[in-house]
């Protein structure tokens, strides 16, 4: 069960980690602070570059929480919150498939983060070496994490976005 879940923990936080470098950094192919920025901005989020940051460095630091099996509901928490996130900006109106740019692949990982905050990160951890795991995993930190994430989520899509105003019709 270890061995699985070390797979499990290398593979969504070097996925985390890649995303979260290419908009920090530009790695591989991405944009870069500025261009997620940009982004942020056509998202409408009220401050684009604090946004960006917030962003890359919540799949930056969430997936090495994660790969490393460190802080483990921690990493779980930033990334399901980014994963949230994606979903209702981004994904929620192109359907489910990833092929047509739905949100599959961001609920694989979201729900791959929650079941790891649930069974912990396992033997081959760095909670484990600390002796942390016992108190950083078990049955209520998976809906703990996930409500948390929707919570924040909810707070950055609507406190932290700019709204059009509603026009009232004419009475």
């Known amino acids: 069960m270890s061995l699985g879940l070390l797979i499990l923990r290398v593979v969504l936080g070097v996925i985390m980690v890649a995303h979260g470098t290419q908009k920090l950094f530009g790695w591989w192919g991405g944009p870069g602070l500025r261009g997620t920025a940009g982004m942020c901005e056509h998202l409408a989020f009220r401050m684009p570059?604090?946004?960006?940051?917030?962003?890359?460095?919540?799949?930056t630091v969430g997936g090495l929480s994660i790969a490393l099996g460190l802080l483990t509901p921690l990493g779980a928490l930033l990334v399901a919150l980014v994963m949230a996130n994606a979903v209702y900006?981004?994904?929620l109106p192109k359907g489910f498939f990833a092929t047509n740019g739905g949100y599959e692949f961001n609920l694989s990982i979201a729900g791959g983060v929650i079941a790891l905050a649930a069974t912990g990160p396992g033997r081959f951890s760095l909670d484990r070496a600390i002796g942390w795991d016992d108190n950083l995993s078990g049955t209520w930190?998976?809906?703990?994490?996930?409500?948390?994430?929707?919570?924040?989520?909810?707070?950055?899509?609507?406190?932290?976005?700019?709204?059009?105003?509603v026009s009232q019709a004419p009475a």
């Open 141 to 165: 930190w998976a809906p703990g994490v996930a409500g948390a994430a929707l919570a924040l989520a909810f707070l950055l899509l609507t406190v932290g976005r700019r709204h059009p105003a």
């Open 49 to 59: 570059l604090a946004a960006a940051c917030g962003l890359a460095l919540a799949e």
């Open 89 to 91: 900006l981004v994904h």
